[in-house]
């Protein structure tokens, strides 16, 4: 509770807060406000914003209306973001899990293997995932959460490195509880915060690495994406500049919220790591 | 004597949400050159704040609102900040408590000695080199011109100490300001340091501002002493009258709590049958070695022990840091697995069993029989568990119902003297000492047959210290306890053993009833740490016994 | 001597991992629907069955997939990533030609990232809660925001439409002929836009970590003995609180490495950069699989190369590190 009320004295925290509710209920809208068919034709091409009031930010190239696509493509990002996110973390905390609570052999190949993956350059590994699986949605979600999880594990490991030998996590291996239930029920518990705070990088960079993968054409053409919009505008940038800059526009305010309510979150759990030290208080 | 420091009405201000709103109220002191003034109190005195405001390093938001400091005359609360820093180094110097986060880990130390005078002086290389190693040699260093190149953790915490003394005397400061500078060291280390401390102070004549939380130390090395409480001068005098003839109540109750360095009285019935034999115990740790990553360090944590605790009685585990008295504790618990030997712990129906060769799954079968209470009261309770759960957890995995659990552990918190009413709080919300009570009901709540308490009162105030230890002496004899104690600290082993082991590089050096230890050490290693034990002429509320007939 | 024997340890642990990596994926390929030998045909526009057989024996196609793996992995310790089928040329002579222009891109983008990340760092952690940190913390947080490919269409649209002032794309002024120092700097003018696109999230993820890491130190114990020895506060921020501050800055350019060169993927297509990450995607746009797993491969080497690298500097900066910790 303490928490929520310093979350809630933090201008950025709030800024990022609204924004994300902005961005979430856009998405939510999008089949009442736009029920049909984003990528369907709309209106004559390339229609500048706000000149017409029935297609308000224009159209692109093939003549489809930017707003419809940047409404249906705030539910992709936000899916794909979630999505992957979640599937990035549960594969992080466990192999974190395991590796840092045991230690020794364990811990050496499964940090081999994370190792292994952070050289591998995510984006180019996602190239390859898609190459091989085809890009439908799915496949595509699935995959940006498998190139992610290898930073989550980290941490994962390191809390538990440093939790497993404190002196309560030892308490209650001397009153006889065993392994996985100290690891679910003691240790986990207490190394969550900084892994749920880290889990909004993690989809900040899932919304930007789908959309860069759309923007490259390799995501699904089926959906109305922000990067599938902003690639198909480069043949007109020289004139539509606009096609491109909205939803760019778009994708920059939804992974600036995420991020701010990270941060946010971040200051509101760990208090004494903004700004100095602070005085320590007299017992 | 002339006056060098001279503290007047001093009030210190926190910042807002603080616990309190002044760190110092109406503070006055003074320190004449050539005296060494011992500031003493327990946590939240205010008196490391004081040594702060002195050498103007508060943290921000943390102001003297009141008062005046004046340093040979002048006032230091209103000087300008590029005046501090011409005084500070040259005219001050600090050593500070830590000596392991103290000295830059990645600049050699005799580079750190020597920015004190490339500030200050306009020396040249040479010679500021040929003045660092005067000075190493002069706190006594081992291989001064080794020290010169060695990065800090290459240095043990004493030789780190000896480099903020060096650092801190550069410049022959007329002022010494030292902030605990003993407290986290060896108890030999602390004795050498402060003798070195003492030495410098009457070759130079510094005046030398003490601060500290141990009556000890204040016995080794005061002229006079100064004691706070929660921001307040209480009471000030010179060393002898206050610590043998203190006359504020709070000093009083203070001196009163600190264990005195005898051996308890004997009790009857320490010759029972042992409930614990110990043979042969060894444990090795390897450090690195794992897979392609080079030859492993092996150290020999505990070598060859063989101890035994009578039914009912306290066995004394003492050594300095890294004489494995803990891992020898660990081992006992089976947090670590011995490599060698036999644990045998004694008859209770079942006949003995021998705890260091029981698989996992079966020690956690006997973990009822053995448990333990842990040093640090902050890190051995889960933040996250309410204090009735944490105590009924052991029962629980027993399989008792939580009803059940929980009508124990209220029972429990009466006996170890906590409000019942409090089961539901969270540990954040306990004093230490209260942790400390929590974590020993957590411990008796499986009615173990041993309790292996690992420095369980290092961590307190010397005050919360003797309740807890009250408390353990009184549980032992009521519910007929057999205590493994592991310390560092001879009085309060003194206060609570029957008998006593030494340590010493992982092996015993020396074990028999406390009095016969205490009064007839055999080993050499045991006679030295008697001999380092600070203040060990004086015992709390009696005249000083001459130093020759304290041959203790 | 130790820190350099630390390092090739640990680079001597990565390879085997690489390998094991590298198998993986390479029978992960085998799942992709077609082959080279389909993509082949396909640009031909189309051939009769009879041709793609014979193709297929000359890849080794037709072989069993662990007869394949071990031909794989055999070529691949000699170096030989074998033929792109696409460009009718040996795989490590075409990522030999696009390399450069990567190393150059990334080479530029980090320096940039790097000295920036740390000037600004340091300066919002001297002036925290003033202007100065909350115009810098906001900027970064944008930069951080920003997708790289919009930041660089939009450079585009600014800087080469409607201002002039720098090329639009590609490497260099094709057809020009410069020699010498023209010639540099027209490379110089071509990078301008891509190395600020690949370096500006970066840049902001540096700032964050300095300024939090200067803001730690700065509250260490040692910062207080260096006050209290009467140094003064720029003193103590270059002799006592830099070198530690950036050695989280160290670790993070060799952990980052990765995600730089994934980056440079996305920058290089929007500049038609003739680099590997363009080389990377047109391999998958065309289903040159060979040529993707050796710009795999050669890729990894580049980060477990950089790894090494920040090993060293690591090890220089840390006399901790010699000592095994």
């Not at chain 2, 659990?405 to 918190?413: Q, V």
């Not at chain 3, 020009?176 to 700097?185: E, K, N, R, W």
């Amino acid at each position: 509770m303490a928490a929520l009320r310093r979350y809630a004295r933090n201008p950025a925290a709030l800024l990022g807060a609204v924004l994300l509710l902005l961005v979430i209920a856009v998405a939510l809208s999008a089949p009442l406000l736009f029920p049909k068919d984003p990528l369907g034709l709309a209106g004559r091409p390339l229609q500048w914003p706000f000149v017409n009031p029935k297609v308000w930010l224009g159209t692109d190239a093939s003549g489809r209306d930017i707003a419809a696509q940047i409404f249906h493509g705030a539910r992709v990002s936000l899916l794909i973001g979630l999505v992957a996110t979640v599937i990035a973390i549960a594969i992080g905390i466990a192999v974190g899990a395991v590796a840092g609570f045991y230690s020794g052999l364990v811990d050496d190949v499964l940090m081999r293997v994370t190792e292994a993956f952070q050289t591998l350059p995510n984006f180019l590994l996602l190239l390859v995932l898609v190459a091989v699986f085809g890009s439908d949605i799915t496949t595509v979600t699935v995959a940006i959460g498998l190139v992610s999880w290898p930073a989550p594990a980290r941490l994962t490991r390191a809390e538990f490195l440093t939790l497993r030998n404190r002196e309560f996590v030892q308490a209650c291996r001397v009153l006889g509880m065993g392994d996985a239930r100290i690891i679910a029920r003691e240790i986990l518990p207490n190394a969550l915060p900084p892994v749920i705070v880290y889990a909004s990088v993690v989809m900040a960079v899932a919304i930007l690495l789908e959309s860069a993968l759309a923007f490259l054409n390799l995501s699904d053409p089926n959906v109305a994406s922000w990067g599938n919009l902003i690639g198909a505008g480069r043949g007109v940038l020289r004139t539509q500049w606009y096609v491109s800059a909205i939803p760019g526009v778009a994708i920059l305010v939804t992974v600036l919220a995420v991020s701010l309510v990270g941060q946010g979150l971040n200051d509101a759990l760990n208090p004494r790591l903004r700004g100095p030290a602070p005085v320590k208080a007299p017992a | 004597m002339s006056e060098l420091l001279s503290v007047k009405n001093l009030s210190v201000r926190l910042p807002p949400g603080a616990d309190r709103s002044h760190a110092l109220s109406d503070v006055s002191l003074t320190l004449a050159a050539n005296e060494i003034l011992c500031v003493v109190g327990e946590s939240g005195s205010g008196k490391s704040v004081l040594a702060n405001t002195v050498m103007r390093l508060l943290p921000p938001g943390v102001r003297p609102d009141a008062g005046a400091v004046l340093f040979q005359g002048r006032d230091l609360v209103g000087a300008s900040e590029a005046e501090m820093r011409r005084l500070r180094g040259a005219k001050i110097g600090m050593i500070f408590q830590e000596p392991m986060t103290a000295l830059n880990p990645l600049r050699r130390a005799g580079d750190q000695i020597a920015e004190t005078f490339r500030i200050h002086t306009r020396l040249g290389a040479r010679a500021i080199r040929d003045k660092t190693l005067a000075l190493l040699d002069e706190v006594r260093m081992p291989d001064p011109r080794a020290a010169l190149r060695a990065y800090p953790h290459e240095l043990s915490g004493g030789q780190r100490q000896r480099v903020m003394i060096a650092m801190a005397l550069a410049l022959e400061p007329a002022l010494l300001i030292a902030d605990e500078p003993t407290t986290a060291l060896d108890v030999t280390t602390q004795g050498r340091i402060l003798a070195l401390i003492r030495e410098i102070q009457a070759r130079r004549g510094m005046g030398v501002l003490f601060i500290t939380h141990d009556f000890g130390v204040v016995a080794e090395i005061a002229d006079r002493v100064a004691v706070m409480q929660a921001g307040r001068l209480v009471e000030e005098g010179p060393a002898d009258a206050v610590l043998n003839r203190p006359q504020a109540p709070y000093t009083r109750a203070l001196i009163g709590a600190v264990p005195p360095l005898l051996p308890r009285a004997p009790r009857p019935g320490t010759d029972a049958a042992p409930i614990l034999t110990i043979e042969g115990v060894s444990k090795t740790y390897r450090k690195g070695g794992g897979f392609l990553s080079g030859r492993p360090r092996v150290t020999h944590a505990v070598r060859d022990v063989s101890l035994s605790l009578p039914r009912g009685t306290t066995l004394g585990i003492v050594g300095e840091s890294g004489s494995g008295k803990s891992t020898l504790a660990r081992c006992i618990v089976r947090l670590l697995d011995p490599e060698t030997g036999t644990i045998r712990l004694g008859d209770t129906g079942a006949g003995p069993v021998d705890l260091a060769s029981l698989s996992r799954r079966a020690m956690r079968a006997e973990a009822r029989r053995v448990q333990m209470v842990f040093q640090d009261p902050f890190a051995s309770l889960n933040p996250r568990r309410r204090a009735g759960e944490l105590v009924a957890q052991g029962p629980m995995l027993l399989g008792v119902s939580r009803a059940d659990a929980m009508a124990k552990a209220r029972e429990l918190f009466g006996l170890v003297g906590l409000d019942p009413a409090a089961m539901d709080r969270l540990p954040h919300e306990f004093s230490g000492g209260q942790r400390q009570r929590i974590g020993l009901a957590r411990a008796l709540a499986l009615e173990p047959d041993l309790l292996v308490a690992d420095e369980p009162v290092s961590a307190l105030d010397v005050s919360v210290q003797a309740q807890v230890l009250a408390l353990l002496d009184g549980l032992r004899d009521r519910l007929g306890l057999s205590m493994l104690f592991i310390t560092h600290d001879l009085r309060v082993a003194g206060q609570i053993c029957d008998r006593i082991a030494v340590m010493k590089d992982g092996a015993v050096v020396e074990a028999g009833p406390t009095a016969e230890v205490f009064s007839a050490p055999q080993a050499a290693y045991t006679r030295a740490l008697l001999d380092a034990v600070p203040g060990r002429g004086w015992i709390p509320g009696r005249a000083p016994i001459p130093a020759a007939v304290s041959a203790v | 001597m130790t820190i350099l024997l630390l390092a090739l340890r640990r680079l001597a642990a990565s390879l085997p991992t690489l390998l094991v990596i590298l198998a993986g994926l390479f029978l992960l390929l085998q799942l992709a629907p077609g082959d080279t030998v389909d993509a082949l045909m396909a640009q031909m526009g189309g051939g009769d069955p009879a041709t793609a057989e014979e193709l297929r024996r000359y890849y080794g196609l037709d072989l069993p997939a662990a007869a394949q793996l071990g031909r794989y992995l055999w070529r691949l310790v000699q170096l030989d990533l074998g033929q792109s089928a696409i460009y009718g040329k040996p795989v490590a002579t075409v990522i030999a030609e696009r390399l450069p222009v990567t190393l150059l891109l990334m080479g530029a983008s980090l320096t940039l990232a790097f000295l920036g990340g740390t000037f600004l760092g340091v300066l919002a952690a001297r002036r925290i809660g003033q202007w100065p940190d909350t115009l810098i913390s906001t900027l970064g947080l944008m930069f951080y925001a920003t997708p790289s490919f919009w930041f660089g269409l939009m450079g585009i649209v600014l800087f080469a439409i409607h201002l002039g002032w720098l090329p639009a794309g590609g490497f260099e002024e094709v057809g020009a002929g410069y020699t010498g120092l023209a010639h540099v700097l027209d490379v110089a003018r071509h990078l301008v836009l891509p190395t600020l696109t690949l370096a500006l999230v970066f840049l902001a993820t540096y700032l964050r970590i300095m300024r939090a890491s200067m803001l730690e130190v700065m509250s260490l114990d040692y910062v207080r003995t260096a006050r209290a020895k009467g140094l003064g506060e720029t003193g103590i921020i270059v002799r006592h609180a830099l070198r530690n501050a950036l050695l989280p800055m160290v670790t993070l350019v060799g952990l980052q490495a990765g995600t730089m060169l994934g980056g440079s993927v996305v920058v290089e297509s929007v500049f038609a950069l003739p680099g590997l990450g363009r080389l990377a995607y047109e391999s998958v746009v065309q289903r040159d699989l060979n040529t993707l797993l050796g710009i795999v491969f050669v890729s990894a080497l580049l980060v477990i190369t950089v790894n090494f690298l920040v090993d060293l500097i690591y090890g220089r900066l840390d006399p901790r590190i010699a000592a095994g910790r």
